[in-house]
């Protein structure tokens, strides 16, 4: 009896494993009100939500894995998750960008869902990532929590001098958190530059990857450039240094967007 219900249990997951579909879906969020994306026993997050939403549509158990992590507070007008199916007609899925909204908090919206081959992976395959900063300089209410007020004037130009350093390094150590679980601090950065613009400063950043922490700790470091406390080329000396407590603080959360993810096999 137990050899056959064994038998039974085998098949019956092999069945599932021949029937299963692998999908990217892509989505933008709000982050304020989240502990970032990854799923997390003190808070609500962008994954909890969003596979929630996914399993009670297609009525199983799913479980995404994103493009990677934002923190708490960081937003993403572009974010890709791959997710499983199991006996569900392609066509289902693909047409259930409409249903699954309807589940989701207006704060996270999907934006399309695509077939891809099994071996697929959102975060692993992923090729490039942009991010943005924005900051401004005047109170203003339609900003709140969607961009850092900065109460003073910077050098935009000393700053730009010093990002463009950055893309002469690989070793970002001194811009992560302590205690991660990543095999390798390098990074290749192909952009770092601000833009000025009529409401503030928006920085561009570029990388085939980033640690975590590193962008709004680059930020806080190129800040102390744009306020006269570091010259451009103590950039470069921070990086070389590969000391987290030589660099400025982190900026806060609340001006960081996710923007761009790009993968070999996926168009706009």
Known sequence: MQAAQRINAQKKVFLQQVN???????????????????????????????????????????ASLGCGRTDAGVHATQFFAHFDVVDLPEATVLHAVGGINSLLPYSIA????????????????????????????????????????????????????????????????????????????????TEARFEERADGLVFNISADRFLRNMVRAIVGTLVLVGKGDLAPQGVADIVASKSRSKAGQSVPACGLYLVKIEYPYVNE
């Open 20 to 62: 299963k579909k692998r999908y990217f879906i892509e989505l933008s969020y709000d982050g304020t009100s989240y502990h970032g994306w990854q799923t997390q026993p003190n808070g609500i997050t962008v994954q909890e939500c969003l596979d929630k939403a996914l399993g009670i549509f297609f009525r199983q158990e799913i």
């Open 110 to 189: 999907v934006k399309r869902i695509f077939a891809v081959d099994g071996e697929a992976h959102a975060r692993f395959d992923a090729t490039s990532r942009s991010y943005k900063y924005h900051l401004h300089f005047e109170k203003d209410p339609f900003k709140l929590d969607r961009s850092w007020l900065y109460k003073g004037s910077l050098n935009v130009a000393a700053m730009n001098q010093a990002a463009q350093l950055l893309l002469d390094f690989t070793d970002f150590s001194c811009f992560s958190k302590s205690k991660t679980q990543t095999f390798t601090n390098n990074c290749k950065i």
